[in-house]
Each structure stands twice: as structure tokens, then as C-alpha cells.
């Protein structure tokens, strides 16, 4: 099956989602920056990901999909099912 990748709007703010094993996966950065309103979700994202996941040596909840990036490449990008968000 060919993942389809479309956008979601939340608050205003695009989140790239994906159809990944029969699911719909969105982009944690992307989820980030619409509750968040960050100027830096990408940041924000990796602090939160190394004090919660790293530090305390949880099994992490999100895995790595292809998503188009504002440049028009794909690149691996943190991903999370809607009962993770």
C-alpha cells in the first residue's frame, strides 16, 4: 500500500499527516508548533524528547515516516497515531 501524505489544519497551522499501516501518523513538530505556538517547535520538540524519553529511558511513542518538507524534499520527520497526539 503507497502511504498517502496529506495536510490537516488545526488553529490555523498546517500538520503534515500520513497513512502509515492502515493509520492516519502526524508530524509531532507540526503538533507542536499548532498547540504550542513556539518559534522554534523543532527545538522545542528535541528538549522535550531528551528529557522525557532520553533521560528517563522511555520506550519512545512516535516513529520516523518520509514528509514532505517546505523545501519539497522528503525527510524522516517524528511521527505519532492519533491515540498518541
Not at 59 to 78: A, C, I
Amino acid at each position: 500500500m503507497t502511504n498517502e501524505v496529506k495536510m490537516a489544519i488545526f488553529k490555523g497551522k498546517e500538520i503534515r499527516k500520513i497513512i502509515h499501516q492502515n493509520e492516519w501518523w502526524f508530524s509531532v513538530v507540526d503538533v507542536v508548533e499548532a498547540l504550542t505556538d513556539s518559534p522554534t517547535p523543532r527545538q522545542y520538540w528535541g528538549k522535550v524528547k531528551q528529557r522525557e524519553f532520553i533521560d528517563l529511558q522511555l520506550s519512545p511513542f512516535w516513529v520516523q515516516l518520509k514528509l514532505e518538507s517546505s523545501d519539497g524534499k522528503k525527510y524522516e520527520t517524528d511521527c505519532a497515531n492519533f491515540e498518541l497526539i
